[in-house]
């Protein structure tokens, strides 16, 4: 009972703790999308008031200025990559020069943290690219660039403060996973965020039309951005929960509360199975869904096998693995306990010299077992690809019995012929009872 009450107020206070320590992105992820927002209102009605100012000649003056910052604009990005070059060692052979490639931010006072410890290794520096992320690490008084990640190719992902580990972030490059620490909280904040609005950014741009100066396309496109920003807020409720579910398990599992548990794994394979496979943060889940599917079915199973189950408690223990996916590993745990408790029976039964009343016994026992496997078996199993499996088990056990009938019958020559139809008519009597 101990146990169990530190578990469950171990599950409060995590559930707790992880709503306060999302509010603050949750607050800030808002405010940006209502920026978003406002600005998409604010260009749709530039574009309403100047739809006829743009047959103008003097638009000609507008678009050379346009030009001209677009051009300042390229020469900022250029000299941000060449500081790059300058500053950290090597990292010319992973950011070579491409159009609009620039430095979205860098985040400095960083640490990356021994996943199995949880301390430090050694201090590196962040640099959030427009098409990657850089990690450099500090060898003397340079920085050296270590590792470049495709900015599709990883996820980002909030890790809740804990005791051993406050202001941490985890970076999932498939199959591998990095843990990083801030001195603050605000750098990790605001790497968290310049990633997630770079995301939004590259899928605004996937999802543009081709702009007409048609007001019909920039309210086709604000509304397109509108629908991308609900399904971006649901998709980064799916992945912190994917991130949360080793953790769900792990209490669930240890309380045995199995119908918890096995809700979760069904949740998650769905959530995997309407994901891109792609993601790196998709394929970890996967990998967790195995493992705890594997682990909880182990111990599913150990209980099934039971000889005192009654027969609600077995419907539920099968149940549970049907749902898991492990309806072979349900029937051969279950019918192999059933032999068991055949044989348990037989061993109980005592011979006292009257082979009439061993046979009726033996033959009320054993086919007495069977029809009661039967009506459990098929409450439970309704799937016709099953039946075959258990017409085999029954087969093996009436195998059992007729050797024993033969070997206690037909092995002792000394026996009169009524004995033997005897011993025939009482096994044809509860044989009966199974067809």
């Not at 709503?19 to 009605?45: P, R």
């Not at 997630?196 to 100066?213: C, E, M, T, V, W």
């Not at 309210?219 to 409720?237: E, K, L, P, Q, Y």
């Not at 492990?326 to 408790?341: C, D, H, N, P």
């Amino acid at each position: 009972d101990l146990q169990r009450n530190v578990y469950r107020n171990y599950t409060e206070f995590v559930s707790i703790s992880k709503e306060i320590s999302n509010l603050d992105a949750d607050v800030l992820s808002v405010k940006e999308y209502l920026n978003e927002l406002k600005s998409i209102w604010e260009s749709f009605l530039a574009a309403t008031n100047s739809s006829d100012i743009s047959k103008v000649p003097g638009n000609a003056v507008c678009l050379k200025k346009s030009d001209l910052m677009a051009n300042d604009q390229t020469s900022i990005y250029r000299a941000q990559i060449m500081a790059l070059w300058d500053n950290v060692e090597g990292s010319q052979r992973f950011i070579p020069h491409a159009q609009n490639k620039h430095i979205v931010r860098e985040c400095v006072n960083f640490y990356e943290i021994n996943p199995k410890t949880l301390q430090p290794r050694q201090a590196v520096h962040l640099f959030l690219l427009s098409d990657c992320l850089l990690l450099a690490r500090r060898r003397g008084n340079r920085l050296v660039a270590d590792h470049c990640w495709n900015i599709q190719d990883l996820t980002i992902v909030d890790v809740k403060d804990s005791s051993d580990l406050t202001n941490a972030l985890r970076i999932v490059v498939y199959p591998e996973t990095f843990i990083y620490r801030s001195e603050r909280p605000e750098d990790k904040l605001g790497l968290l965020n310049a990633y997630r609005r770079l995301i939004d950014d590259n899928d605004d741009k996937q999802l543009d039309a081709p702009q007409s100066g048609n007001k019909l396309y920039i309210m086709r496109d604000g509304i397109n951005v509108i629908n991308s920003t609900v399904v971006h807020i649901a998709d980064i409720r799916k992945e912190k929960w994917l991130v949360d579910l080793p953790d769900h398990l792990e209490v669930s599992i240890a309380l045995r509360e199995f119908e918890k548990s096995v809700v979760y794994l069904e949740k998650a394979r769905h959530i995997v199975m309407s994901s891109s496979s792609s993601l790196p943060i998709v394929r970890e889940a996967r990998d967790h869904i195995n493992h705890y599917t594997d682990a909880l079915s182990q111990i599913i199973s150990r209980d099934l096998s039971n000889t005192l189950l009654t027969k609600i408690q077995f419907q539920r223990y099968v149940n549970w693995l049907l749902r898991l996916d492990k309806s072979e590993k349900a029937r051969q745990v279950f019918l192999g306990t059933r032999t068991l408790i055949i044989k348990k029976r037989i061993r109980q039964l005592v011979f006292e010299g009257d082979i009439t009343t061993y046979i009726s016994e033996l033959a009320l026992v054993v086919f007495t077992l069977i029809r009661n496997t039967c009506e459990w078996y098929r409450d439970s199993f309704k799937q016709n690809e099953m039946a075959s499996g258990f017409v085999t088990w029954v087969r093996e056990q009436t195998e059992v019995y007729a050797d024993i009938y033969k070997r206690q019958v037909f092995g002792q020559s000394q026996l009169s012929c009524q004995v033997i139809a005897d011993c025939f008519k009482s096994t044809l009597e509860q044989c009966s009872v199974v067809m």
